[in-house]
């Protein structure tokens, strides 16, 4: 390959205003890279904070690196996908390994700041009047009878008490406790300091408010303390809980019986905490053991991998099948083929969830018409009755499969058009020479060549269905329910969607944790799968060539 | 049976065919007639579902049970339009907003993924440098695993920029389109740079000798020359998005930043699907609309494209 000869920037025209736009870009990127580590630092998000200061570097280097300009085209693409594709997965990962959720949203030092935020209002004190020709003050009595003063927007100021009295002057504020002086501090309402004021309440009696922490924060002993009540709640930094001190044993035990059990329900027994939140913590392979070991958790767990599995396998039988079918039709010269072709590539140009939904309102038990038209009259014709298609399990299995290839034979179709265009007539003309009928020519040599080009599709189409959220959520969301599993399982749910359901399903509360340990057992099989399709391809190939 | 079978297996000399025996007329007639019938009948299973969707959308009564193939009681315009009516003209069902919210992202991350796939496929096409195949495989690698598994720490991610960054963050279509453009550089970028090496090296070459920089050599001459596979790209990347409903689901999270595709189910389908089938079709009729037209149109380059990309990735 002949050297190309690196333009010199300076030469051309234009050179200086790229060259001014490059930095100019850099230096953008650089700062808002800047900007939201700074921001994301401060929230405690570190793993977002290095890894966007990590890709900003990677772009800064490409760009200034004089030997890598290559790779300056790529960089964006580079960025985007790192940030948006590869970090989310490594996420994932760190993720699984977490308890990340509604029950742990925070981290440790976030959840100690909001609990810190926490305070006690409304104290309430006895109180006078002052006065300064037009200005008013207050005089706070404490229970214990230690008097502090507030005037204007002053912070408050103790004040001593003399013979037992309250001071007639104060900073040259008058004592008059009339109750037309009360009726106007009332009507004032605040006192003190903006950022800490103290406020009187309609009720002329009392009032005052004053605002303490609820919560002391014991590093050392890793405890917090409830002021008024007294209440001590250690951290267990293994799982992300406050628990009451004083119980602290008692669940120590019951995590040590069940270490799988959904801790929730104990733990909103011995913390009465105001958050009623854990903190994130890294838990290790806590999710997975959850994952295969909880009944609630393992039983649909099996029976939704089985049905993924067999669901993406026939989905692509079916619709692969049907698909060369169609193409073989279309091939023979039969009159009106384009026509054929643009009216039955109709459901691929569908918008899917649209075509989904519609076959829904079809297959509707009651009002569909598919039900109405074919299901009814052969229940007739047969004398049988036919389950129905949302709540029996297997025809909700058919039902989609039926669904799904009407999605898909399309796509399989125009694939297979191509290649078998491809494929040398005169190769059928040996054959049929040598004396091969159709059903051998078809066996030996068309299947055989066109799984060469396709076979990889076929793979890929697995892989996709394997996923095919969408679907399965615009069907029937997974139902029916599988009964007694957890995180509402249906029997129609792929992985995928049992994942989803464990993030964002409603009911108990997202557990982005657990659903991250479901998305990385799916990224195994998918990579398993990934392997074995370059083996298999490659054997392809190698039967091709032989061919 | 044998004969037979040779005329269904297509595209084979004619005259193979010509030296058998008698009837063989009569037979091929007879299996043409079969394959008309079966490609008739696939026609109908294909067709159906769009009939039907279409015929609910003018039933004047709405709800699924009153639902016949051909609508009842249509005695003028108001009627036969009632559905259209109610879903455009309600307040509740910001139906323009929607679609205006669809084709907003899908132009955005259509144009966005063209462009930049392009610099990419153009960079991968032309040098050579350390790394180059690695990065190629790394590309596809990447694509097998589809962005929706990774949907929780996508969301996590949105979040956590938005509180800084708002208009990328959550509900918005600014991070919406971070996300899409994302997941649409592997594929594409394989598709174009298979489309970029048919274009002869000796028009880079002479460019480069007669003085042009890279720059000027991909803008004003290689762009032009693959217009054709950066339509095919950003069609099936606009059509794609505007289609998207997962991900959207997942980060939109209200009836005013809802795509069509959210709007439509969200308000139609997740709940009294029964009584809102006739606005659900409406609606789907409208929003089925675009794509379809785009894709019967164009279907020949689509399929081009598709088939080439299928191949070659």
Known sequence: MAKRAESPQGDSPSSIITLLLRYGALMLIDALALFLFYRLATDGVWELAVAIVLITLLVNVINLAPNLVPLRWI?????????????????????????????????????????????????????????????????????????????????????????????????????????????????????????????????????????????????????????????????????????????????????????????????????????QVGYRVVVGLQNFERFFNSPALRGPLVSIFLWTVTFAFMSVLLTFTVGLLIALLLQAKTPGRRIFRTLLIVPYALPALIAVVTWRGMLNDNFGVFTLWIIRPIEGLLGVDIPSFFADPTMARVGLLLVNLWLGYPYFMLVCSGALAGIPSDMYEAASVDGANWWQQFRSLTLPLLLVSVGPLLIASFTFNFNNFVMVEAYNEGGPPIAGAAFGAGHTDLLINYAFQIAFGTGRGADYGLASTVSIVIFMIVATITVFQKRFTRNWEETGRNV | MSSAGVSLKAGIDAKSKKRIELGYRGQQRIWMIVRMAILTAMVIFALFPVVWIVSASFNPKQSMVSQTLIPQGVENAEQLLRNYNTLLNTPRYPFWRWVANSVFIAAVTSFGTVMLCALSAYSFSRFRFWGRSNLLVFLLL???????????????????????????????????????????????????????????????????VDGA??????????????????????ILAFVGTF??????????????????????????VSNNFGQNWGIYAAGSVLGSLPTLIIYLLLQDQIVGGLTQGAVKG
């Open chain 2, 243 to 268: 289609n998207e409903f997962a991900l959207a689901r997942v980060i939109l999270r209200d009836n005013e930043s809802w795509t069509l595709m959210v709007g439509l189910y969200t308000n139609f």
């Open chain 1, 75 to 275: 960089s964006p693409s580079l960025a985007l996908l790192l940030l948006m594709v590869v970090y989310p997965i490594i996420y994932t990962v760190y993720v699984s390994f977490t308890n990340y959720g509604d029950a742990h949203p925070y981290t440790k030092a976030q959840t100690i700041a909001l609990i810190l935020n926490e305070q006690i209002v409304g104290r309430s004190y006895s109180w006078a009047a002052y006065v300064r020709g037009e200005e008013l003050g207050v005089m706070l009595i404490d229970e214990d009878g230690s008097l502090e003063f507030v005037a204007g927007n002053a912070a408050p100021r103790r004040v001593e008490r003399v013979d037992g009295e309250l001071p007639q002057e104060v900073d040259g504020y008058i004592l008059d406790d009339s109750r037309g002086r009360r009726l106007r501090v009332v009507a004032q309402g605040t006192f003190g300091p903006a950022d800490d004021p103290i406020t009187v309440n309609r009720n002329l009696a009392i009032v005052v408010n004053e605002k303490t922490p609820r919560y002391i924060w014991d590093e050392a002993a890793n405890t917090l303390t409830n002021v008024e009540t007294g209440e001590v709640f250690r951290a267990d930094d293994q799982r992300g809980w406050f628990i009451r001190a004083d119980r602290y044993e008692e669940y120590l035990a019951a995590v040590e019986a069940d270490p799988n059990a959904r801790l929730g329900d104990f733990v909103m027994k011995t913390s009465q905490f105001p958050l």
């Open chain 2, 142 to 208: 990447v694509q097998v695993f589809p962005n929706i598994l990774a949907v929780v720490a996508i969301y996590l991610i949105l979040q956590q920029i938005g509180t800084h960054i708002p208009f990328i963050g959550l509900n918005t279509a600014g991070g919406l389109i971070l996300v899409y453009l994302g997941g649409a550089m592997g594929v594409n970028i394989w598709l174009m740079k298979g489309f970029f090496d048919t274009v002869p090296r000796d028009i880079d070459e002479s460019a480069l």
């Open chain 2, 213 to 234: 920089n890279h720059w000027q050599t991909y803008w004003l001459l290689i762009f032009p020359l693959v217009r054709p596979i950066l339509v095919v790209v950003g």
